[in-house]
């Protein structure tokens, strides 16, 4: 099992965060389906403000090539994506097109 967390922002609206809070309160099938088919076992999103980390738990056939090539070819996928960019913007200092940013672990109790 590998753990991978990444960070994005919501966008400062506080009626449009409710509304995004709501859609994953009842994610959609498809959506759930597509992440455990790309080895996702386990995913979280916390928020404070407009700040989210998202903490995703996978097995060894999860890479993120893979789970970009399987979302580019999945129609449900793909409107959930555009639906949610609504919501979202990317993070500062983001690369161009990205919008989940990997977090870099620093600490570790257990290390």
């Known amino acids: 099992m590998k753990r991978y967390c990444l960070t994005l922002d919501l966008k400062d609206d506080v009626q449009l965060i409710a509304e995004y809070e709501a859609y994953h309160r009842q994610l959609w099938p498809e959506i759930k389906k597509s ?19 998202m903490i995703m738990e996978t097995d060894n056939s999860f890479t993120f090539e893979r789970k970009a090539a399987m979302d580019a070819n999945n129609a449900k996928v793909q409107e959930w994506e555009t639906l949610m960019w609504k919501f979202q913007q990317a993070p500062k200092n983001a690369k161009p097109g990205d919008k989940w940013v990997l977090m870099d672990k620093i600490f570790g109790l257990s290390d």
């Open 35 to 53: 992440i455990l088919d790309s080895g996702i076992t386990n995913m979280e999103i916390y928020r404070f403000e407009g700040r989210l980390l």
